[in-house]
């Protein structure tokens, strides 16, 4: 099994390290000491300090306000559609598919929304919420690299364990380890600012919001890069009766036995004090007259039958670890038995490591709401990729989220008269990663695979998105002093064919394997760093191997922008032997499109692939392949990392705006200028209503100059 490349290949990142131990902060760490009757007592406690404090609070927020500039809305609710593409949108509100969202277009506004460049979710989450670009709030990619070891990391967050000291003054005395968990994307989100002049917001589910950091006057759920229990990215289980022998499927294999009509086995847990991996008993009693399995997960029974989700399950493991999980039996008949276990999430109830803020934000949905995925991708395409489920298992699991993910959106709503409320929902992006073939009948993907079941599915989603809206603006009201947005990150496009640029790079002598080697392995196994100039991995682009910066650098920094531009332009005229068509619509130098202080630790070149073109699976992982082109024959066949000017993200607002070239930079001053906060000068979007006079450092009137990503005049 290799399911770190598997879970990158997917294009959902992966907490990885050089010791894989530190991704996960087991109970040795003691960051389980905080159990469910102190969490109960610490939220008791909470409650009663909050009421205790409110008349003081309620004085102080009257004086601080005073003379302060006035909101000009009272409410302001931002909803996400992660992915949701405006093209597709505009075709099924002609066809009649999107009435909903065709009167919203009709009352305020409806418009493509640049996204960010690179146009990956990462990057363009974190443009949203800081009102920067990525050389302002380093995020590039699910992944970069650790310039120390060539190794890849996750570019968002930092968890690790940390030694614990006591200061003597004249020593320190070593106690222990301690968990840390800290967020590396930089600059600051709007709502902090917001929280600073007394205006509350819930987030809820925002990408890149993990570890939540603290900040005043306001609640937040993590999204994107919230780790399962084990510290994966989503690892799920697969039991089987069957022998797959050697056959990879990725997640975690186990082999069981079924002895009479019932299976006994254990979900594999968190390393423990000793290092290895914890185990929690399950047990699947199967009566073949009712075709009813009664499944018991600890303290947990419940019955289902074939092809049907478990609630969640509570799953514990030594030490007070919780984690939640679903099982849906997969194959179950006269031969074999086969189950599907989803990655173990960690339990809202009882959280492992914080998910929220404040820390009992978490567990306070739980008990409103009840369990609910906390994974930051929860929707398991890998296992759909794998084929371990099938395309009716991965929409019964998406829609099962989508529908606790509502739960919370009303609860924010109803709390939250005042200030703002922002929830973004993933189903809309992960079903269309994974349905997109069915787009495109001479998709490679198709071979082999339901053609015709599933083919209404991207359409029937544009579909359930107008019914949702529906659902929210009833929620929201029609008071003209809130302001409400649809908004999306990026668009989608065809995912055809994969490009391993590490093996161009190798062909051009630009990198190098150890005994004049063809192909290497995943993380760069075989790569010469002494005679290695540029490599990439992840998704977005080219690093130059240079002298100061990587541990084996050989390109000598002057040197760094001629070679840059050598491979930009031999890369533009890469040609797919298939088609006969050059496949990039641009190669970006960095620097020429980015000049903030966290572009040098950045990708030297940003690849803007044509439609139907991606980094391959292989490529992602930092592997060599023998060809450079390859057929992408994974259900995951649409995507978005191509050049940012083919898949803008979309917005609908119940207000006009003030511009026909709208970005996700925007986002940010927007929300500040409507609560009366002034914008901070490093902000690059402006204001989109009333007049357009905010200054930022990059032009505002010269988007179309390059199709929508913002350049310097």
């Known amino acids: 099994m290799r399911p770190l490349r598997l879970l990158l290949a997917a294009s959902l990142g992966l907490i990885v390290t050089q010791a894989p131990a530190l991704a996960y902060i087991g109970p040795g760490a003691g960051f389980a000491a905080a159990g469910s009757l102190l969490v109960l007592l610490g939220t008791f406690a909470l409650a009663f300090g909050i009421i205790l404090i409110w008349p003081i609070k309620a004085v102080l927020k009257v004086v601080t306000l005073r003379g302060k500039s006035k909101a000009k809305i009272k409410r302001l609710v931002i909803l996400g559609l992660d992915g949701f593409d405006p093209g597709l949108a505009k075709k099924y509100m002609d066809e009649g598919r999107m009435p909903n969202f065709k009167a919203l277009a009709e009352d305020g506004c409806f418009s493509p929304l640049s996204t960010a460049m690179p146009s990956i979710s990462p990057v363009a989450w974190s443009t949203f919420a800081t009102g920067v670009d990525a050389s302002r709030h380093n995020i590039y990619d699910f992944l970069t690299r650790d310039p120390c070891s060539y190794m890849p990391v996750l570019s968002s967050t930092d968890t690790h364990m940390a030694p614990r000291n006591i200061n003597l003054g004249f020593a320190k005395v070593p106690f222990g380890q301690r968990a840390v968990y800290k967020i590396l994307q930089?600059?600051?989100?709007?709502?902090?600012?917001?929280?600073?002049?007394?205006?509350?917001?819930?987030?809820?589910?925002?990408?890149?919001?993990?570890?939540?950091?603290?900040?005043?006057?306001?609640?937040?759920?993590?999204?994107?890069?919230?780790?399962?229990?084990?510290?994966?990215?989503?690892?799920?289980?697969?039991?089987?009766?069957?022998?797959?022998?050697?056959?990879?499927?990725?997640g975690q294999q186990f082999r069981i036995v079924q002895r009479g009509n019932r299976v006994e086995s254990n979900l594999k847990g968190p390393a423990g004090k000793d290092g290895h991996p914890m185990k929690s008993p399950f047990t699947v009693e199967l009566d073949n007259d009712t075709r009813k399995a009664t499944i018991t997960v600890g303290k947990d029974c419940v019955q289902v039958g074939l092809a049907e989700y478990t609630p969640w399950m509570t799953v514990s493991f030594d030490g007070g670890v919780q984690g939640i999980a679903r099982l849906r039996i997969q194959t179950w008949d006269d031969k074999d038995v086969e189950i599907y276990v989803t990655p173990i999430n960690i339990d809202p109830d009882k959280p492992?490591?914080?998910?929220?803020?404040?820390?009992?934000?978490?567990?306070?949905?739980?008990?409103?709401?009840?369990?609910?995925?906390?994974?930051?991708?929860?929707?398991?395409?890998?296992?759909?990729?794998?084929?371990?489920?099938?395309?009716?298992?991965?929409?019964?699991?998406?829609?099962?989220?989508?529908?606790?993910r509502k739960k919370m959106f009303w609860d924010a709503l109803e709390k939250t008269k005042k200030g703002m409320v922002t929830c973004v929902f993933d189903t809309t992006d992960r079903i269309s990663h994974m349905f997109y073939r069915y787009l495109d009948p001479t998709h490679p993907a198709n071979e082999g695979k339901d053609t015709t079941e599933f083919k209404d599915v991207i359409p029937d989603l544009y579909a359930r998105m107008d019914d949702f809206l529906v659902e929210v603006r009833e929620k929201v009201g029609n008071d003209p002093d809130t302001v409400f947005m649809v908004i999306s990150d990026h668009g989608f496009c065809n995912f055809r064919r994969g490009v391993n640029i590490n093996a161009w790079l190798r062909d051009e002598g630009y990198l190098v394997l150890k005994d004049n080697a063809r192909t290497s392995g995943d993380w760069f196994e075989n790569v010469d760093w002494e005679r290695t100039r540029a490599f990439t991995l992840g998704l977005t682009g080219i690093f130059l191997n240079k002298k100061g910066r990587e541990r084996g650098g050989i390109v000598e920094p002057s040197e760094a922008p001629a070679l840059a531009r050598e491979i930009q332009e031999k890369l533009d005229q890469l040609v797919d032997p298939e088609t006969g068509e050059t496949i990039m619509n641009e190669v970006f130098l960095t620097r020429e499109v980015h000049d903030g202080p966290y572009a040098d630790l950045a990708p030297e070149l940003l690849l803007g692939y044509k439609r139907g073109y991606r980094h391959s699976w292989d490529c992602a992982t930092g592997s060599v392949t023998e060809d450079i082109f390859s057929d992408n024959t994974k259900s995951w066949s649409g995507d978005h990392c191509v050049d940012p000017r083919l898949v803008p993200g979309v917005i609908w607002s119940n207000r006009k705006i003030n511009t026909d070239q709208p970005c996700l930079a925007d986002m940010a001053p927007t929300a500040l200028d409507l609560f009366g906060v002034d914008i901070p000068g490093y902000m690059m979007g402006a204001p989109l209503f009333g007049e357009r006079t905010h200054v930022t450092p990059l032009s505002t009137d010269k988007l179309a100059d390059r199709g929508g990503v913002r350049v310097r005049s």
């Open 186 to 250: 930089k600059s600051q989100p709007f709502w902090k600012l917001l929280g600073q002049n007394h205006i509350w917001s819930s987030i809820l589910r925002v990408p890149i919001t993990f570890p939540p950091q603290k900040f005043k006057n306001g609640t937040l759920l993590a999204g994107m890069c919230v780790p399962d229990l084990q510290g994966t990215q989503g690892s799920f289980s697969f039991y089987s009766t069957r022998d797959r022998g050697g056959e990879h499927i990725g």
């Open 352 to 404: 492992a490591m914080p998910i929220s803020e404040p820390f009992v934000y978490s567990i306070y949905l739980s008990k409103m709401i009840g369990k609910y995925a906390t994974l930051g991708l929860a929707e398991d395409t890998w296992a759909l990729n794998e084929r371990v489920i099938d395309e009716k298992a991965f929409l019964d699991q998406a829609w099962l989220i989508f529908e606790e």
